[in-house]
């Protein structure tokens, strides 16, 4: 969720993210309330990441990382810790697995209007083709 969130809000300085604190990470929409459950799936998978890593202690986090040649285990682990996170969202509306980042960052910038809005969010009403009257 952050990584989509960061890759359309981050500006850049040449390839680079220009990460900011006060644009990117203080209005990321974090999860209203997680379960201790969902916490806990969370921080276990994020516990896989490290551990997977650890596999592979000559490697730097370039190597580790190349899309190329990342390892199946830290793959499979990144995969085990978005799940987990996509369901800590679920209280707010997400979805327990998202097609894509397009879907993530819409997701995120409506529950980002959620939060800072002052008036209640408008649902889109459904389109009903007016009748024509019929005129006597």
């Not at 220009?18 to 799936?41: G, H, L």
């Not at 002052?118 to 009403?125: N, V």
Request: hydrophobic letters at 35%; charged letters at 25%; proline letters at 7%.
């Amino acid at each position: 969720m952050h990584n989509a969130w960061v890759r359309y809000t981050c500006g850049r300085l040449e390839s680079r993210y220009r990460y900011s604190k006060d644009i990117v990470y203080n209005n990321f929409p974090w999860p209203e309330a997680p379960t201790d459950a969902q916490k806990k799936k969370i921080e276990t998978a994020a516990q896989g990441i490290l551990d997977a890593r650890a596999q592979f202690p000559d490697a730097s986090l370039a190597d580790l990382y190349d899309p190329l040649t990342m390892p199946p285990a830290l793959l499979k682990a990144h995969q085990q810790l978005d799940t987990a996170v996509d369901g800590a969202y679920l209280a707010n509306g997400g979805r327990k697995s998202f097609k894509n980042d397009a879907e993530r960052v819409a997701f995120l910038f409506e529950l980002y209007q959620k939060y800072t809005s002052l008036l209640p969010a408008i649902s889109p009403k459904s389109k009903q083709r007016r009748q024509k009257a019929i005129a006597p």
